[in-house]
């Protein structure tokens, strides 16, 4: 067994190691990849936008600084006007995917440049579209209220699979100031209009333009390596008030991660108001919904969240083809970490409800950490960033906190601003701390599902000391690697073991000084694992993410109907599945909506349990889980009238981790979840 002052003596050499193990893997992992071409490629774009037509302009020079064949895409939604390389006439060709392309040969064996210009019209703003909506159509959109260039959308000339720096020279009309990535290094607002000029000095993946009718905000922030921190908020006008809390909140993440991880990679952080309902992190930004930047907790959540991005996601590039690290290591180190300051209670709890989460999943809805790249709905964010951060949680218990956090200051030093993998990951944490972790990361980035854990055989014994008690674990097949927690309770108090479990069937003996009274398995939640039947209490996303989940629709009015029937589809994100009231209950997830007096009635029809406690007589509307027949999950929809009904459409979908709600209009007034049961057994 290694001494602490042997790993750190080994940590320490390790860093030269490291630096060539990594970048070795890197290039051998990661074909098609400009890893070994990073800062080979440069844009200098000059671009026009007149959200009034939707109109943009574009013109864009860019240079190869290394001899390597490429391909150039744009979306056919814009006219290319006039495309040169090395100043020789060079037309685009086109494909069945929408895209204008340019094949660059690898012949070309000297520095060249590509001259482009184009110009088309931006699809029109809509600002009814949910962030959802969003994450599923990365289309340019333009509008006096806003304009959202994601990268994806194609929207300028750009290499397939590539990292560049670039500059970027953005014109908007007087009234309209906008931005893209990167640090400003010239801004002019006149009468005639508004122009800034942004250089990205580091290997980027992309280009993502936000612009809209902005009241900025500035503050800076010193950070630890006395470089000046350019903070900037741009706000629409009917929130512009708000910019002083969030210019002050931001330091506080910035002091927790460059302490924690490095010094902050960039010159400067802006927050950036979208007229819909967004969420996107990038390098020096975050671009988030007006209506979400409102909210009283965002500034205490999701911003440090999307701060902590520029570290891992924008500083550090996950590489999708082997699954996307980040979400899961930014989740744990951002919202996981606030609720450990909170309290403890707080941080049992989130990991309680990612283990509710897991269980809500039906078969063919999990997937291995290695498949996950981006969330495209709940079931994608109940692994890639739940599973994932109980993953970084599970291997910091593994290997202690002062050596997991030296391996995450490792990542961070030796892989800023390359594309990085999972045995990326398991190569630092694996040198930092002088321990083979190949079983723990296969296990849990390889493996679909989780160990399903139980507590088979405890016995006790009286013996010249004390006691001596017997515990049989088992879990199912094939078998994970395990420390299991176990929960010892005797008359005088309560005491954890950890037991290694690496069978399926496998019996432990412990020599205590007290009889037992009763045995926990895992009392304190810290095992990603399959809760069992009657272990995690229901919750609406066990309803809201089940493909076979039925609709019960009580109202015979129109209106009402129609509503409810908005309000299931917006639940479960798919058309629903209807059944006639009257039917009898089926054992299938099933979701019932009816006004008042409806669900009263069809409840007592059929022998269910009446209206909660914890949501009666509350608001205008109570939503509850309860179990159905053989074990089905349900969720209840009681709502005061139809006005009532349609306030929900919006706000209860994101309430998926709840057992209970109550709403007064739009507003959630209470909400919770029914208690967790432990498995427990008791001795007599």
Do not use: C
């Amino acid at each position: 067994m290694l001494n602490i002052q042997t790993i750190r003596l080994i940590s320490f050499f390790s860093f030269f190691v490291l630096s060539y193990f990594i970048n070795t893997a890197n290039a051998a992992t990661i074909p098609g990849s400009d890893i070994s071409h990073e800062g080979s490629i440069v844009y200098d774009i000059a671009v026009n936008i007149d959200p009034s037509t939707r109109m943009l302009e574009g013109k864009s020079v860019i240079t190869f600084n290394k001899t390597r064949e490429h391909t150039l895409m744009l979306d056919r939604q814009f006219e290319v006007t006039q495309a040169f390389i090395d100043d020789m006439p060079y037309a685009p060709q086109t494909d069945s995917e929408r895209l204008h392309y340019w094949q660059i040969p690898y012949t070309i064996l000297r520095p060249h440049r590509i001259e482009i210009h184009w110009r088309g019209q931006l699809h029109p703003l809509d600002e009814a579209i949910d962030h959802e909506q969003t994450l599923g159509r990365p289309i340019a959109v333009s509008g006096e209220a806003g304009t959202f260039l994601p990268d994806a959308a194609n929207w300028y000339p750009r290499v397939a699979n590539g990292l560049a720096r670039y500059t970027l020279q953005l014109s908007l009309p007087a009234g309209q100031r906008g931005l893209v990535p990167g640090k400003l290094t010239h801004e002019q607002d006149e009468d005639d209009g508004y122009s800034a000029r942004f250089e990205f000095d580091h290997p980027a993946g992309g280009i993502d333009l936000m612009a809209g009718p902005y009241e900025i905000e500035s503050d800076h922030y010193n950070g630890i390596q006395d470089s000046t921190i350019r903070l900037r908020t741009y706000f629409h006008p009917q929130i512009s008030q708000l910019a002083d809390d969030y210019l002050t909140t931001v330091k506080r993440y910035f002091e927790l991660y460059e302490s924690w991880i490095g010094a902050y990679p960039y010159t400067e952080f802006s927050i950036v108001s979208s007229p819909t309902p967004t969420g996107f992190g990038m390098p020096t930004l975050t671009y988030l919904g007006i209506n979400v930047l409102r909210l009283p907790f965002i500034k205490n959540t999701s911003l440090g969240h999307e701060v902590l991005h520029n570290w891992w996601g924008n500083g550090v590039y996950p590489d999708y083809k082997s699954g996307n690290w980040s979400e899961g290591l930014t989740t744990f180190m951002a919202d996981y970490t606030y609720k450990e300051q909170e309290s403890t209670e707080a941080a049992r709890e989130m990991r309680q409800s990612w283990l509710r989460d897991f269980a809500a999943l039906e078969p063919g809805q999990d997937a291995p950490l290695t498949a996950f790249t981006s969330r495209t709905h709940g079931a994608s964010k109940i692994v890639g960033y739940h599973k994932a951060a109980m993953f970084f949680f599970m291997l910091r218990d593994l290997i202690g906190d002062e050596l997991f956090n030296r391996s995450i200051q490792g990542l961070w030093n030796m892989q800023r601003f390359k594309v990085t993998t999972w045995s990326n990951l398991q190569s630092v944490f694996e040198i930092i701390s002088a321990q083979d972790l190949s079983f723990f990361f296969d296990q849990w980035l390889n493996r679909t599902g989780a160990p399903n854990l139980t507590i088979t055989e405890v016995r006790q014994e009286p013996t010249d000391l004390g006691h001596r008690l017997h515990i049989t674990l088992q879990q199912s097949e094939p078998a994970y690697q395990l420390r299991v927690p176990v929960a010892i309770q005797t008359e005088t108090g309560e005491q954890t073991h950890l037991f290694d479990l690496q069978q399926t069937k496998q019996a432990f003996t412990l020599d205590l000084s007290e009889k037992t009274q009763s045995v926990i398995l895992d009392p304190d939640t810290r095992l990603f694992r399959l809760l069992a039947p009657g272990e995690a209490p229901p919750i609406l996303r066990e309803v809201m993410v089940n493909p076979t989940t039925a609709t019960v629709i009580l109202s015979d009015d129109d209106e009402t109907q129609q509503t409810a029937a908005t309000l299931a589809e917006k639940l479960q994100r798919r058309t629903p599945q209807l059944l006639p009231a009257n039917q009898s209950i089926s054992n299938i997830p099933t979701l019932v909506i009816g006004l008042r007096h409806e669900i009263d009635g069809w409840l007592e029809s059929r022998s269910l349990p009446a209206k909660p406690e914890e949501v009666l007589g509350k608001g205008t509307a109570q939503i509850w889980t309860l179990t159905g027949p053989d074990d089905s999950p349900m969720i209840i929809v009681s709502a005061q009238d139809t006005a009532s009904l349609e306030a929900l459409i919006r706000p209860l979908p994101h309430y998926g981790r709840q057992s209970y709600i109550v709403f007064d209009g739009r507003q959630a007034v209470e909400k919770g979840v029914w208690p967790m049961r432990v498995q427990r057994v008791k001795i007599k």
